[in-house]
């Protein structure tokens, strides 16, 4: 039998963390990552507080009483890999760009493909070596 006892309080945890991943979506297009840090520790108090009363995931999967939750919580799930998508292309772009900068300081290595298409080093300019 189903205990629904917990489904209110779920309900609004649930959604409590759709909204905070909202925010947190928006904080990360603005860049602003004080603000992103800053909801860092009550996403993890809402996760914490989700595990501790939701049903076994058997009976969350089956139980048709259960299906308002589901939603939420597949909402949410997308939102955070949504979340993860854009840090990462963040942070590719700022290695990018790091690259890129150190790619034109004279004497930096650059990475190529050899003849054997592995990776192999050399050195623009001369090195200390070659002098």
């Known amino acids: 039998m189903t205990d629904l006892s917990n489904a209110p309080r779920l309900d609004l ?5 759709e909204r ?5 979506f928006q904080a990360l297009q603005a860049q602003d990552l004080d603000r992103f840090e800053q909801m860092q520790p009550g996403k ?3 996760l914490a507080e989700l595990s501790r009363l939701c049903p076994p995931s058997e009976e ?9 939750l589901r939603e939420r919580l597949t909402r949410s799930r997308d939102h955070h890999r949504r979340n993860s998508i854009l840090i990462s292309r963040k942070l590719e772009a700022i290695r ?3 690259s890129s900068l150190e790619a034109e300081q004279p ?12 990776m192999s080093r050399f050195s623009r ?4 070596q070659d002098v």
């Open 20 to 24: 905070l991943l909202e925010l947190e």
């Open 44 to 46: 993890a108090e809402l």
């Open 96 to 98: 990018g760009a790091l």
């Open 107 to 118: 004497g930096s290595s650059v990475e190529v493909y050899n003849r054997l298409g592995q």
């Open 13 to 17: 945890l649930a959604q409590e963390l």
């Open 125 to 128: 300019g001369r090195g200390h």
């Open 60 to 68: 969350l999967q089956s139980e048709p009483a259960w299906a308002g």
